[in-house]
C-alpha cells in the first residue's frame, strides 16, 4: 500500500458543485501539503498544516477549503467548483523542518476536470 | 515575493551528461531540493542541497551556491529511463514550505 493515499484518483465535475478531495498517510509526519499542478506552472502551494490544530494557506488558497481531521488526514475541498480549478492535484508529507532534507513524500495524484 | 526559474526543455543523447540550472529569488531560504516526474506520475525526491557545494547520489549530483541564488542538477550516463520533467525547489521560510521551479522536460534520445 502507498504511504500517502489520495482519493479519488480522477474526477469528473460540473461547475458549481462542491468536491472533496482526501488525502490518507501512514508515514506518520505532522506535515502536510496540497499542491495543484498545471501544465508549465509546476507545482503551486494552495495550503498546508503542521499538525491537527494549525492551517496555513498558501500561494493560491482562494476558492479552496483544507480540513486536518487527524494527524493522518488531510482533505481539500472546493465549495463552488469553477472550470480553470480543472488540475492535476497533489497531496505530500513530511518531516519537521529540524530533520535536515528536502524531502516531499507525494501521493499519486488527483485528476480533476470541472465541466 | 518568490519566483524560481529553470529552462522549459532540454534535449540530450543517451551517454551524454546534462546540466539543469535553477536560479532562485526567496524570502528565508532553507534549502534546494530537485524532483523527477515521470508523465502521470507523482514526484519523486532526488537530490537536496541545505548548504553550498556538490551532493552526489548515483548518476545523479546537485549543486548549491547560496550566495549567487543558484543551484543545478547534473545527470551523467544518461539513459532512456531519465526522460522526464525535473524540479528544482525551495524550502523557504525557514523551512516552513515548500515553493517548486516550473519544471525542466529532459528528453533523452537513442
Known amino acids: 500500500d502507498a504511504d500517502v493515499t489520495q482519493t479519488p484518483r480522477n474526477r469528473i465535475t460540473k461547475t458549481g458543485k462542491r468536491i472533496m478531495l482526501e488525502c490518507s498517510q501512514t508515514k506518520g509526519h505532522d506535515r502536510m501539503y496540497w499542491y495543484r499542478q498545471d501544465p508549465g506552472l509546476g507545482l503551486r502551494l494552495i495550503y498546508y498544516?503542521?499538525?491537527?490544530?494549525?492551517?496555513n494557506k498558501g500561494e493560491i488558497s482562494d476558492g479552496y477549503s483544507v480540513s486536518r481531521q487527524a494527524q493522518a488526514k488531510f482533505s481539500l475541498s472546493l465549495e463552488s467548483a469553477i472550470p480553470n480549478q480543472t488540475a492535476l492535484y497533489f497531496c505530500?508529507?513530511?518531516?519537521?523542518?529540524?530533520?535536515?532534507?528536502?524531502?516531499?513524500?507525494f501521493g499519486e495524484g488527483s485528476r480533476l476536470t470541472v465541466l | 515575493g518568490q519566483s524560481l526559474e529553470q529552462p522549459s526543455e532540454v534535449t540530450a543523447v543517451e551517454g551524454a551528461i546534462v546540466q539543469i540550472n535553477c536560479t532562485y529569488q526567496?524570502?528565508?531560504?532553507?534549502?534546494l531540493s530537485w524532483y523527477q516526474q515521470h508523465d502521470g506520475g507523482a514526484p519523486t525526491f532526488l537530490s537536496y542541497?541545505?548548504?553550498?557545494g556538490l551532493e552526489e547520489t548515483g548518476r545523479f549530483s546537485s549543486f548549491l551556491s547560496r550566495s549567487d541564488s543558484y543551484g543545478y542538477l547534473l545527470l551523467q550516463e544518461l539513459q532512456m529511463k531519465d526522460s522526464a520533467s525535473y524540479f528544482c525547489a525551495v524550502r523557504e521560510n525557514y523551512g516552513q514550505n515548500f515553493v517548486f521551479g516550473p519544471g525542466t522536460r529532459l528528453s533523452v534520445l537513442p
Open positions: 542541497n541545505g548548504l553550498d
Open positions: 505530500a508529507t513530511s518531516d519537521p523542518s529540524w530533520v535536515n532534507t528536502g524531502e516531499l513524500f
Open positions: 526567496t524570502s528565508g531560504f532553507y534549502g
Open positions: 498544516s503542521f499538525d491537527v490544530k494549525d492551517i
